[in-house]
């Protein structure tokens, strides 16, 4: 079967997906993007997505093609139509098609893609394993709330943490860690709290951090919202990290130096159940 994605209000092949040379988002990085996640053929936290992206493309100014029930129906779709039951769903907005200029173009219509990563996520190795983390200056603009297409220093940092060994990058500014280069980041103090950033312009406002947050409090754990150095983050307990395309996944090693006793610690596991838990559809759904 090939593969389908959506383009500008039709479902193809992707062979056939074509996007014209003049797009904005391929010219500027003009465009904003959102990424959710499935589990058992359903989409995860998809309210949330929907409305981190509203105020992404209100931020930057790109009128919203679709109202969420719109959206809605063409993630469903495009699931359907991959029959894909566990991944990752990608679409971009960009300001669209126009002659080369910085000013908003008067007449242009919004280019929308959409497309299905088949992933596994719930028994996904590396959630057993944990993974490892370096950290790297965070290179990026001012505005980190908005969910740019332009990535360029996640890029270069995610590249960087590969060629060290490790599989995420934790991006720090004057000595505080910010996120990771795909997800935000936690560490679990000696004391047994989460500790995470506090939303600013200086992150992304993470889905699965936002309802993490929520299970971890309806669970009785600790919290403390704020920055955290990265010699905290040496000398934590516990560490992970937090996005749609991976849930909760144990951080075991930071720059090399093993976190805790090395390998995924209790309230990490704990967390990633009950997303998971959350996530996942009730046995009736699944069995359908
Ligand atoms: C920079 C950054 N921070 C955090 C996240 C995690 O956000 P979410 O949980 O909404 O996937 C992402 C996800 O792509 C990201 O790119």
């Known amino acids: 079967m090939s593969r389908i994605v959506f383009l500008n209000g039709s479902f193809l092949p992707i062979e056939e997906a074509r996007v014209p040379f003049m797009d904005r988002g391929f010219l500027f990085g003009d465009g904003v993007y959102e990424g959710i996640g499935v589990l058992d053929g359903r989409l995860v936290d998809n309210e949330a997505h929907l ?89 990026r603009w001012a505005r ?71 299970l971890s409090q309806e669970d009785g754990i600790p919290l403390e919202e704020r920055r955290f150095t990265v010699e905290e983050a040496h000398g934590a307990a516990e560490a992970f990290l937090t996005s749609a395309s991976n849930f909760v996944l144990p951080v075991v090693s930071i720059d090399g130096r093993p976190v805790g006793e090395g390998k995924p610690g209790p309230i ?10 959350m996530a996942r559809a009730p046995a009736s759904l699944a069995a359908e």
């Open 144 to 214: 980190r709330d908005v969910k740019s297409i332009n990535l360029l220093a996640q890029v270069l940092a995610k590249q960087a943490a590969k060629e060290a060994g490790a599989q995420e990058a934790w991006m720090v500014e004057d000595g505080y860690v910010t996120e990771g280069g795909s997800s935000s980041a936690f560490i679990v103090t000696t004391g047994g709290s989460i500790v995470v950033r506090p939303l600013s312009q200086a992150i992304l406002p993470g889905i699965t951090r936002k309802s993490l947050l929520r």
């Open 51 to 139: 409305e981190r992206l509203e105020r992404s493309l209100a931020e930057v100014r790109i009128p919203n093609p679709y109202s969420p029930a719109e959206w809605t129906a063409l993630e469903e779709e495009i699931v359907r139509r991959n029959g894909m039951t566990e991944g990752f769903i990608y679409f971009q907005v960009t300001r669209g098609v126009a002659e080369r200029d910085f000013f908003f173009p008067e007449d242009a219509k919004p280019t929308v893609a959409m497309f299905t990563q088949a992933k596994t996520i719930a028994d996904a190795p590396a959630a057993r394993t944990g993974i490892a983390v370096v950290t790297v200056p965070d290179l």
């Open 268 to 277: 990490t596991r704990r967390l990633r159940e009950l997303y998971l838990q």
